[in-house]
């Protein structure tokens, strides 16, 4: 590229309309200095346009009205014109991607729209011209006029050819020349009503709904991948071209105990999709105590999602409504007596809209609970919440996940201790929930800073030391013992009391209940046809039958331990 002698000149008026559809600037024929294609440069910011000269009585470029707002030109307005050339190696056109929409609301028709056909007729028409990244201009196709916006432009690379560029990748321009063999591609605004065909329009959000930039780690999510898995393979309906019959799926229950990443899961499932910001409401809020108000809260989650499919029919995005705490308001109905049935009309309101008379296929109902046995049957049938997922405690390797992601900010500024293993970390934290994760790394942090506060008579941080603070190994297992224990999880104070003296074996009675007890442990253990294992001890009162049951869960070193008596 390179810029040659320059002239000062008065922006004009294009003189007519044909010209206007040209997207060049129009220039007197009696200026033999500008060459095919110059440069317009206003106050700020510097323009390429293509000329077509034109008997005109101005001397100064004619740009279109679409042209003049993209380059912020108005007329009569002095700006500097100076000739360009192209850079053949790095500036030609290998694929452009264009934003297309009616011109005019007036004009908006249903008809199909080949994009094939218009890619043809774009390439010929505008041939061997200039085009920028956020240029606007008007197309005329089929007797219509249609505004266009140049979102992306990619470059053809010779290397690639050569096989220099291993990775293929094409490199993105801002400037670019259109030649015959350049490939146009059409994508709808996010606001068009219009209907393209055909193989030239954009791979959109009914190609590939998942976003592709998204990570795991940078959304702060740990131990989920298989869910996540699981949910995008249901999903992927959603991509199937027009010519598939099938629906995409329209709910999903998220279920299991609380801090375990149901609703972080939900809040990154709309960051993940190619879809609109989502809704997200907490079960209890949609209930009113005015009559009628409760459905109407309902009705308005929806209301976005009905206006759009109205307008745009199958070209309509993916609407996508979170609903936490959701057996708040869709017990079963019948189930609450003497209440005012207010509980069952939200249900009937609710089914009505994911899958009633009026369907709509632009949503996505995502709802989480702790008590997925309390939701009405209907509502978790297919064509609603038929995807059900148990989002469970973490495994090992998810652990580690979790605890990487709370100590990444940790590792970055050098305020972990090299002696701290995550994996051994993960190894001492069976049956942790993500939450309390969360927590023991928060809890190793203020363990850490305690180190660091003077004991006088008032409270102050010893700033000469908190400089070199760094949490330790010993910092993780103080707080592991002392301050986070697990809901999920074993506590050897409840059931040492039991056996604080000790088993006495007596007699072959009380060896026969422990040397059973071990055998039926190591069945559940090992045997994959008997995961579950009742036992029931039966003797008089003080006979010891709960220090022998106690006595048994604690060797047999399972991870959760829990005691059920008229007392706890």
């Not at 001890?537 to 008596?565: D, M, R, V, W, Y």
């Amino acid at each position: 590229m390179s810029l040659l002698s320059f002239q000062f000149m008065q922006a004009a008026r294009c003189p007519t309309d044909e010209l206007s559809l040209t997207n060049c600037a129009v220039i007197n024929d009696k200026e033999p200095q500008f060459e095919q294609h110059v440069t317009v440069r206003n106050v700020a910011h510097m323009y390429v346009f293509t000329l077509k000269k034109h008997p005109v009585l101005t001397p100064g470029p004619s740009p279109s009205a679409c042209h003049r707002k993209w380059a912020g030109l108005s007329i009569g307005q002095e700006v500097k014109v100076t000739n360009y050339k192209f850079d053949k190696s790095k500036q030609c056109i290998s694929t452009m991607t264009v934003e297309i929409d009616f011109l005019q609301k007036k004009s908006v028709d249903s008809n199909p729209y080949d994009s094939d056909n218009m890619a043809c007729e774009f390439i010929q028409h505008f041939n061997n011209q200039a085009f920028s990244v956020g240029q606007q201009l008007v197309f005329s196709f089929c007797d219509k006029l249609f505004g266009l916006l140049i979102k992306d432009i990619e470059a053809m690379d010779p290397s690639i050819l050569r096989g220099e560029n291993e990775s293929g990748k094409k490199p993105k321009i801002e400037i670019g020349l259109l030649l015959g063999n350049s490939q146009v591609i059409f994508e709808k605004s996010e606001t068009s009503s219009i209907t393209l065909v055909g193989k030239a329009k954009t791979r959109g959000s009914r190609q590939a709904i998942i976003s592709p930039d998204w990570n795991f780690e940078k959304m702060g999510i740990g131990g989920l991948d298989k869910e996540f898995s699981d949910i995008f393979r249901r999903l992927r309906l959603q991509s199937l071209p027009s010519g598939h019959s099938c629906k995409h799926v329209k709910g999903i229950l998220l279920y299991g105990p609380p801090g375990c990443g149901k609703t972080l899961m939900a809040r990154q499932i709309g960051n993940m999709l190619k879809a609109r910001e989502p809704k997200i409401v907490n079960g209890p809020e949609i209930l009113n105590k005015y009559v009628g108000e409760s459905e109407a809260n309902v009705r308005k989650l929806f209301a976005d999602a009905e206006d759009e499919q109205k307008r745009l029919g199958a070209n309509s995005g993916l609407h996508i409504i979170i609903f936490d705490e959701i057996d708040a308001i869709c017990k079963q109905r019948g189930s609450m007596a003497g209440s005012t049935g207010v509980h069952d009309t939200v249900v009937n309101q609710l089914l009505s809209k994911i899958d009633g008379v009026e369907q709509l296929n632009n949503i996505l109902v995502i709802g989480m609970t702790n008590r997925p046995d309390l939701i009405d049957d209907a509502l978790l049938r297919p064509g609603r919440l038929e995807v059900k997922m148990e989002i469970g405690l973490p495994d090992e390797k998810g652990r580690v996940q979790i605890l990487q992601i709370h100590t990444a900010r940790m590792r970055q500024n050098d305020l972990l201790s090299a002696d701290v293993d995550v994996k051994e970390l993960a190894v001492e934290t069976k049956n942790y929930s993500g939450a309390e994760l969360e927590g023991l790394v928060r809890a190793a942090q203020s363990t850490a800073m305690n180190r660091h506060i003077k004991a006088s008579a008032t409270v102050e941080v010893n700033l000469e030391t908190a400089e070199k603070l760094q949490v330790s190994r010993s910092d993780f297992l103080g707080s592991l013992n002392n301050d986070i224990k697990p809901a999920f999880g074993t506590n050897q104070e409840d059931y040492a009391s039991y056996i604080m003296n000790g088993i006495i074996r007596w007699g072959d009675p009380v060896s026969a209940v422990l040397e059973d007890g071990e055998l039926l442990v190591q069945q559940t253990k090992n045997s994959e046809r008997t995961p579950l294992v009742s036992v029931l001890l039966e003797g008089p009162p003080n006979s010891g039958k709960t220090a022998l049951a106690a006595k048994i869960a604690e060797e047999s070193q399972f991870p959760f331990i829990k005691i059920c008596s008229p007392t706890q």
